[in-house]
């Protein structure tokens, strides 16, 4: 099946490929990943020519390991995702505390031309 029409672009953490030189790309559902990735890990504001991009979680940083906090960071992710990441469909978003300190958050998503399902599993640490 070609995949072409899912995209690609360059690798996150940004990286150059050892043997070319080039700068490293991912390409298709690696590419979707990555990106969710990087869309979490921005604070809206951060990017002077977007400053709406990004995921509020990092507001969270100092509240209580509480079920509220995590249940606010469910939010949080679910509206970035929806927001900014158009090649997907969000079906789930749980977030729980962990022992400490950290928030385990799990995306579950339908990418939309191929209609198959995959899933993002971060685990947010207060201390970076």
């Excluded at 990555?34 to 504001?45: A, F, N, R, V």
């Excluded at 969270?60 to 970035?80: D, G, K, R, Y």
């Excluded at 990441?85 to 995306?107: N, Y």
């Amino acid at each position: 099946m070609r995949k072409d029409f899912l995209g690609r672009g360059w690798k996150f953490p940004f990286q150059f490929d050892a043997s070319s030189g080039a700068v490293s790309v991912s390409e298709y559902e690696q590419n979707i990943k990555e990106c969710l990735t990087l869309i979490l890990g921005t604070k809206p504001g951060e990017r002077q020519m977007l400053p709406e991009f990004g995921c509020r979680i990092h507001e969270m940083m100092f509240a209580p390991n509480s079920l509220a906090t995590s249940q606010l960071i469910s939010m949080h992710v679910e509206n970035a995702v929806k927001r900014w990441e158009p090649r997907v469909v969000v079906l789930s978003v749980d977030a729980w505390p962990e022992p400490g300190g950290t928030v385990r958050v799990k995306i579950n998503y339908k990418v939309k031309t191929t209609q198959s399902e995959q899933g993002l599993d971060l685990l947010l640490n207060p201390g970076g």
